[in-house]
Each structure stands twice: as structure tokens, then as C-alpha cells.
């Protein structure tokens, strides 16, 4: 099926994945599908984020809160994963184009900040030391 993956710090991209195997592989885990939206689309995620201490990734709506590691959003066919239709590959990586970086918590609400994102396929700028978080 064709997903969108959305790593932390870096531009969603579109992979084809199959089977529970790579689904795990993906999020770096267990899975856990989320549902915060309108359409037949979900959130997968790893369900362990928290407790393997997995960098937060980006802010969810609708009362989810954030998410950490890396997640992938897929189509939902009756109670079955699917591919992600072209019109939503194009929402949802316009909806987590830029990255986030979480600044702190007011109550349960997040506080983030949106960051450019660094590109999956750009090599590292050789003219700078590189930068921890990507090892």
C-alpha cells in the first residue's frame, strides 16, 4: 500500500509498504492507529513512543495531543489498511510539510513551534559540523 512516512524533523515522503513486518519497521515497533480525522485516513504510529523515549514528531488535533518517532498516515477500506488516495498523499503532506519543535505544555494543550524541515533525499552541508539529532 502507499503511505505517507513523517519523520521527525524532516519532509513527509510517500513509501510503499506491505504486511505488519514493515508497518512495525516504519514506526520502529509496535503499531497503534490513531483516527483524528474526518476522512478515512489513519495515523500509525509507534505504540511504545513514550516509554523508548522517541523524539517528538509532530502535533495532532482533535485532542491527541503530539506524536513521537516516526508515523505513517494510510487509507482505511472497511476495518483494512489501504493506500492513501494521490488527493490525499497531497493534503496531508501539505498538513505536515514543516516540522515542529516542542517548546512545553499549557495544561494538556502543546506548545510548538513550526520549523523548516530537512529533506530525506538532501545530503548533509559539508561547511557545518553535523548536527546531533541526525545520527
Avoid at 6 to 34: D, N, S, T, W
Avoid at 41 to 70: D, K, M, Q
Avoid at 74 to 96: H, M, R, W
Amino acid at each position: 500500500m502507499n503511505v505517507l512516512i513523517v519523520e521527525p524533523g524532516r519532509v513527509p515522503y510517500e513509501k510503499e509498504i506491505h504486511g505488519l513486518q514493515e508497518m512495525q519497521a516504519v514506526v520502529g515497533g509496535l503499531i497503534q492507529a490513531i483516527y483524528p480525522y474526518k476522512e478515512s485516513v489513519a495515523l500509525v504510529c509507534n505504540e511504545e513512543s513514550l516509554l523508548l523515549g522517541l523524539p517528538f514528531n509532530r502535533s495532532v488535533e482533535g485532542g491527541y495531543g503530539g506524536i513521537c518517532g516516526t508515523f505513517f498516515l494510510c487509507g482505511i477500506e472497511a476495518d483494512n489498511f489501504c493506500s492513501l488516495t494521490p488527493e490525499q498523499v497531497q493534503i496531508y503532506k501539505k498538513k505536515f510539510h514543516h516540522a515542529e519543535l516542542l517548546i512545553g505544555v499549557k495544561g494538556d494543550e502543546l506548545i510548538t513551534m513550526k520549523v523548516p524541515p530537512r529533506r530525506k533525499d538532501r545530503p548533509p552541508d559539508r561547511r557545518h559540523p553535523p548536527d546531533p539529532r541526525e545520527r
